[in-house]
């Protein structure tokens, strides 16, 4: 076995422990599931209003959008946040001292990472399941969908966590991207149709994936006829594979870079400071 190879399989064992340990965590459970049980309570009272021009509840066709959402936050935000945080604390530099040990942590932190977004869409969907009608979770079509868009949106969310955690100075440069986050959440269609949106807002929301990962959701969990909520009247999946996949190639290409060279600028002295 080479010493990378021995890496990855250390890193696959300590994401596997990590993610054990914070599942096994009440706290950290909360921590992460409060916002999506903040939002299912916001829409299941408006489950009674109605998606514009049709008869279909607006509760049920947010809740893909949560889903998504969610899986941006606890991939994206996460793995920032904890990049960040063990800079700080010397968990990376010692990591950082043992052959391929960086590679071993982000290994680590990676398949916890994905491994949580995972386990809270399953923990929002199920109460989701019975305080929301139309939902569709009986065809294997919807469970094959939200399957690939789930992968690929991880993919694509989980570079750019590392970056933001490579670049991020602390907790108050975590706050103002989590402010920027909330902000493209709005604007990204989660709780009410991006339609409804000014155009160059549609444009905006477009770009980044939170958008297509909601849109996903909703191709995977709702009747095609809410296909006409959308923009240009359809699921639109090759825009949703096009889009999703060109920020996880952007990111798989430019992550590995910008970590080499954090991890070259860590050292005792700096964590120290």
Do not use: C
């Not at 199920?126 to 399957?147: E, K, Q």
């Amino acid at each position: 076995m080479t010493y990378r190879t021995a890496a990855v399989a250390a890193g696959l064992e300590r994401g596997w422990i990590e993610f054990r340990q914070t599942m096994t965590s009440v706290g950290d459970v909360l921590g992460w599931v409060w916002p999506s049980i903040i939002a299912l309570i916001v829409m299941y009272a408006l489950s009674d209003s109605t998606v514009p021009g049709t008869s279909f509840s607006l509760g049920s066709q947010a809740i893909p959008g949560i889903l998504g959402m969610n899986v941006v936050l606890v991939a994206l935000m996460g793995l920032a946040s904890a990049l960040t945080m063990e800079r700080r604390d010397g968990t990376l530099l010692r990591a950082k001292a043992t052959p391929n040990g960086v590679l071993g942590y982000l290994t680590g932190k990676v398949i916890s990472q994905a491994g949580m977004a995972v386990a809270i869409l399953v923990l929002v969907l199920i109460p989701a399941a019975f305080l929301f009608d139309g939902l569709d979770l009986y065809s294997v079509s919807s469970w094959l969908t939200l399957v690939w868009v789930l992968a690929l949106g991880l993919a694509a969310t989980l570079p750019i966590g590392a970056v933001l955690g490579s670049l991020l100075n602390g907790t108050q440069s975590l706050g103002f991207v989590m402010l920027l986050f909330t902000g493209l959440v709005a604007i990204s269609g989660v709780f009410y149709p991006i339609t409804a949106l000014p155009e160059w807002l549609q444009w905006i929301g477009q770009a980044f994936p939170i958008y297509w990962l909601g849109l996903g959701m909703r191709a995977a969990l709702l009747p095609d006829v809410m296909a006409g909520a959308e923009i240009g009247g359809s699921w639109r999946h090759l825009e949703t594979t096009a889009v999703l996949g060109a920020w996880a190639v952007i990111g798989f290409a430019v992550a590995p870079v910008v970590l080499r060279r954090m991890a070259r600028r860590e050292s005792g002295s700096k964590v120290a400071r």
